[in-house]
């Protein structure tokens, strides 16, 4: 992938999961206007164990905002890829959220990790009638089923900004919405930020993120 565009695009920055620099270095050079930001593969854990769920994640970064974003799971070969105001395909097929969830129950993604929010928001959700959480151990997937429609909702706790960038593209143009668990603006995207730091986020249809973000407060009390 990356020889493929150093090749195209020679001055355009790449962060890369496999290749992100030490910490305290920066997503991308100062004065980059365009950077790749790539997991070639989100759900490590479930590939070594041989669990059919992993993809990979590319997306193109325009002064830190979503431009180009693709997913693709590698097992259902399910290719989502979307651009900045062109919409969000599946498979060539035009997608959008689902704000009404499956005969009234919502799939919620629910964190890997077990930190305070993590667990307080699965129990949370976990014990509200109509909520039923997953964990497909791979967040950039999981983002791709909320712009489809098969997912209303997720929360992402220690992702890393290649987890995410594509996906929250997936979702805005399917007419959704990417926060922090609290509501608050990702995008766009810090270029001057260390690349290994934890961006919390959550992912969900219209209608479901106002009571998402309430149902995290409230677990948080």
Request: net charge neutral; aromatic share 6%; with cysteine.
């Amino acid at each position: 992938i990356e020889r493929a565009i150093r090749e195209a695009y020679p001055d355009h920055a790449i962060c890369g999961e496999e290749t992100a620099p030490t910490p305290g270095a920066r997503v991308a050079p100062e004065g980059t206007r365009y950077c790749w930001v790539i997991d070639p593969l989100d759900g490590t854990r479930n590939y070594v164990a041989r669990l059919p769920c992993f993809a990979t994640s590319i997306a193109v970064l325009d002064a830190g905002v979503p431009v180009v974003g693709v997913v693709y799971e590698h097992n259902t070969r399910q290719l989502f890829s979307a651009t900045q105001g062109g919409g969000v395909t599946l498979n060539g097929r035009k997608i959008s959220v689902n704000e009404l969830g499956m005969e009234s129950e919502h799939l919620l993604g629910v964190p890997s990790s077990k930190d305070d929010m993590a667990l307080r928001v699965a129990r949370t959700w976990q014990s509200t009638r109509g909520y039923v959480c997953r964990n497909l151990g791979s967040t950039a997937f999981e983002m791709g089923l909320v712009a489809c429609g098969a997912m209303s909702g997720m929360l992402g706790r220690r992702v890393k900004i290649w987890d995410i960038a594509a996906g929250a593209l997936l979702i805005s143009e399917a007419s959704g919405f990417v926060t922090d668990p609290l509501g608050r603006p990702l995008i766009p995207f810090r270029m001057d930020a260390d690349p290994q730091q934890s961006i919390p986020c959550l992912a969900a249809s219209a209608s479901m993120h106002a009571s998402l973000v309430d149902s995290i407060r409230a677990a948080m009390q």
